[in-house]
């Protein structure tokens, strides 16, 4: 019985290791920057080399009567995951993102009503996408 004394807090310590997700800014600033700009709007490193501009990522709820695109904004980021059946826009150079794919599933509404499970960290990156908007 003793042996729960020291197991139990080294099952604790997994678990919290476990659970260390990168938040929506650092996956963003990861795997979106280059291209979108730290700022989301569009002055990436790589933009200049690419034959699309990058998606002003701050003006997406304006360009939407004022609310945020929350569905559009998750089927393009999905999308570039190349998962999401039927998704894929063969014109766009965004790459895959196999390591966001990663983690849990939560349900995601991006306002039309319908809660998709969703991985985790595509939503936290939507909810960061949100926070940027002007
Ligand atoms: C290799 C460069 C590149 C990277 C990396 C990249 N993007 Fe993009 N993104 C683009 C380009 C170019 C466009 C415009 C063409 C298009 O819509 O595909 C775009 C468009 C978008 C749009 C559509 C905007 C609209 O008006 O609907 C969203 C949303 C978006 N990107 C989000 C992201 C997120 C989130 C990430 C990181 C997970 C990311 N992008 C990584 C190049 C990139």
Known sequence: ????WIVLPLALAACVEKEKVPTGAEDFASFCSAC????GKGDGAMA???GRKPANLTQL???NGGAFPGTRVMAKIWGYTGVAPGR????SPM???GPLL?????PYDGGDGIATPTPVRLVQIAEYLKSLQK
């Open 48 to 50: 200049a080399e690419l």
């Open 1 to 4: 019985m003793r042996w729960g």
């Open 36 to 39: 979108h700009g730290l700022s």
């Open 102 to 106: 990663q983690g849990d599933l939560v």
């Open 61 to 63: 709820s304006a360009k």
């Open 95 to 97: 790459p895959e993102f």
């Open 88 to 91: 894929q826009d063969s014109a």
